[in-house]
Nanobody
Framework: QVQLVESGGGLVQPGGSLRLSCVAS????????IAWYRQAPGKERELVAD???????SYADSVKDRFTISRDNTRTPVYLQMNSLSPDDTAVYYC?????????????WGQGTQVTVSS
């Protein structure tokens, strides 16, 4: 089992920045990919960015050049630095981990952290 805890959300003005953190615990050595998703009211959950164990990163087109996913030398925590925020970025942001344990694939979710961009 893997547990994920997000933090760092809040209220920020347009053009501002926030940094989200995702701390994983449990069988973290089984994790292959950690990702950030978001879900705005009335919309489907969408992938924002992800990072693999070999530090390959990918981003949604809507956040490229504004958001950066990163981590220190360990697998956790994983950060999402969000710059030049706009009201369209308002959503609940979820940390997601994809793991493989004993040849079975697992997927885990955090509880989410609210990001609100408003003046």
């Amino acid at each position: 089992q893997v547990q994920l805890v997000e933090s760092g959300g809040g209220l920020v003005q347009p053009g501002g920045s926030l940094r989200l953190s995702c701390v994983a615990s449990g069988v973290t050595w089984s994790i292959n990919v950690i990702a950030w998703y978001r879900q705005a009211p009335g919309k489907e959950r969408e992938l924002v960015a992800d990072i693999t164990n070999d530090d390959t990163k990918s981003y949604a087109d809507s956040v490229k050049d504004r958001f950066t996913i990163s981590r220190d030398n360990t697998r956790t925590p994983v950060y999402l630095q969000m710059n030049s925020l706009s009201p369209d970025d308002t959503a609940v942001y979820y940390c997601n981990a994809k793991a493989n344990l004993e040849w079975h694939d697992y997927e885990y979710w955090g509880q989410g952290t609210q990001v609100t961009v408003s003046s």
